[in-house]
């Protein structure tokens, strides 16, 4: 009971998956989307940055810091303002170019080691993400069909009372025959 509860939460995670994926594969194509939170920590003046794009069926994820002397960081540095914005969203349009520096494969993993800090690097093609994560949902629907079918055979289809001993009239509803398997 619970491998097959186990089994489920993961089926219902990976159709989640399957299903999002698909979705920014499809939204891709009409525009790019970038999500990004920049903080600077004034005391160290370290610029962390996290982003997500996605656009031409690719999502990539970026996360880098920057150092930075303090006297290079004036009040109306860029920095300073993404820290006071938060989390951002900013359209972009479609004819913009996704940057050749992202054109993968399948996937891609790379770390660049700046000057002034670290850069990683997360990238996944969406389609073959959604084909992979569509398994799990697969075999859960392939499963779930059979062990209805096995359970309906020599039933009852109006009430589901078991029709081995009345094989002629459901004894519990009064159906007939007709309606049996």
């Known amino acids: 009971m619970k491998r097959r509860l186990l089994f489920n939460v993961a089926a219902v ?12 594969w499809c939204c891709g194509w ?4 970038l999500v990004f939170r920049g903080q600077l920590n004034p005391t160290r003046t ?10 031409a069926g690719r999502l990539i994820v970026v996360k880098s810091t920057a150092e930075a002397a303090p006297d290079e960081i004036p009040p109306n540095h860029p920095w300073v303002g993404a820290t006071r914005r938060g989390w951002t969203h900013q359209k972009i349009p479609p004819d913009n170019p996704f ?13 660049e080691n ?12 969406l389609l073959p993400l959604a084909a992979v994560s569509a ?25 589901g009372y078991d029709l081995r001993a009345s094989p002629e009239r459901c004894p519990e509803c ?4 007709a309606i049996f398997r």
């Open 13 to 24: 995670c990976s159709l989640g998956l399957c299903l999002a994926s698909l979705a920014l």
């Open 30 to 33: 009409y525009g790019q989307d």
């Open 46 to 55: 370290r610029y962390r940055l996290i982003a997500a794009r996605h656009a």
């Open 99 to 111: 940057p050749d520096t992202f054109h993968f494969a399948l996937l891609q993993w790379r770390t």
């Open 114 to 125: 700046m000057n002034p800090g670290m850069t990683y690097v997360v990238g996944v093609r």
């Open 135 to 159: 398994v799990l949902p697969l075999v859960w629907l392939r499963r779930e069909i059979r062990r209805r079918l096995q359970h309906a055979a020599g039933h009852c289809q109006t009430c």
């Open 174 to 177: 009064g159906a007939p025959a």
